[in-house]
């Protein structure tokens, strides 16, 4: 199996630099279980939705984790916080003129950054706060790097689902980002369970999720869910870290119905999406798609993808 398999072409002015005026006004492709394609519109998800679904969603939180600060002698550093290992160390992402090494600090505002060495292509750095209020005062929204303008205030509210609850992502859920509290609620009232797991460094599936999703279609929103979702099968664990990597040939033992948006060509991601959905529909979808021009990436429409 190789990487270029999953390729497609893709305009770039395809890729959604905004999101739509309102969460739920997006499109969808609705991708059946025979493979054939439908043009609908998010707002149209409730009518394929009944009492047989259970709908799961991922409710992390996304911090800001993206950091500016300088060193005492003035060189420009960028962090980007990728795991916190306790309330004032984490594993981060570093850019700056020169490769820090053990004992440098970097001034962030009113606090001190002091690398501490390198775990592989991170480093391990210590904050003179806690890493949250750091953070909070400080950090930015940690947008993709196709999104190509500053984040402002606008992407701090919509870089987040309504539903966020737990901190920890470093990336949005962005199947999520679709749903307000209104389309939550007609879920709800065509008689869909909606149950609620956490994955951002490592999954949480509480108990009541899984049992919610017993002799039900099981409806996951975003491939995060999905991964949580497997994983706790897989392992017979509700919690921990997960290193799932889902490609053709998986056998799913959870997940019935896929709710995710357009990803990027030779990712892991697209490999889950054609593990899910096989790999010839998936790639004449994001071929007919792109010939629609649907909006694709994180900030982009959505597809249901039935298994």
Do not use: W
Request: proline share 5%.
């Amino acid at each position: 199996m190789l990487v270029s398999e999953f390729d497609y072409a893709l305009p770039a002015e395809l890729i959604a630099q905004h999101p739509a005026p309102e969460r739920s006004a997006s499109r969808l492709l609705h991708v059946d279980a025979r493979g054939a394609l439908h043009d609908r519109r998010f707002a149209d998800l409730p009518s394929l939705v009944d009492e047989r679904d259970t709908v799961v969603l991922n409710d992390t939180r996304v911090v800001k984790a993206r950091l500016f600060g300088r060193k005492p002698s003035g060189g420009q550093v960028e962090l980007f916080v990728e795991r916190a290992l306790g309330d004032r160390q984490a594993l981060a992402l570093m850019r700056a003129g020169h490769a820090p090494k053990a004992g440098t600090e970097v001034l962030i505002g009113d606090a001190r950054a002091t690398v501490e060495g390198r775990e592989g292509e991170l480093y391990r750095v210590r904050f003179s706060d806690d890493i949250e209020r750091v953070l909070e005062r400080h950090g930015t929204v940690p947008l993709p790097p196709y999104i190509t303008h500053a984040p402002d205030a606008a992407d701090a509210e919509r870089y987040q689902t309504v539903y966020a609850a737990q901190p920890g992502a470093v990336a949005a859920p962005t199947a999520g980002l679709h749903f307000d509290a209104a389309m939550l609620e007609r879920l709800r009232l065509r008689g869909a369970r909606l149950a609620k797991l956490t994955l951002h460094v490592g999954f949480n599936v509480p108990k009541s999720t899984m049992e919610a999703t017993r002799g039900r279609r099981v409806l996951a929103v975003g491939t995060t869910t999905l991964r949580a979702l497997e994983s706790a099968a897989a392992s017979g664990a509700s919690s921990g870290e997960t290193d799932l990597f889902i490609y053709p040939g998986y056998e799913f033992q959870v997940v019935d119905r896929l709710l995710t948006n357009f990803h990027l060509p030779k990712s892991t991601l697209l490999m889950l999406v054609c593990a899910f959905g096989g790999r010839g529909n998936m790639l004449r979808a994001y071929r007919h798609a792109v010939e629609q021009r649907y909006r694709f990436f994180s900030y982009g429409d959505a597809m249901l993808i039935e298994r």
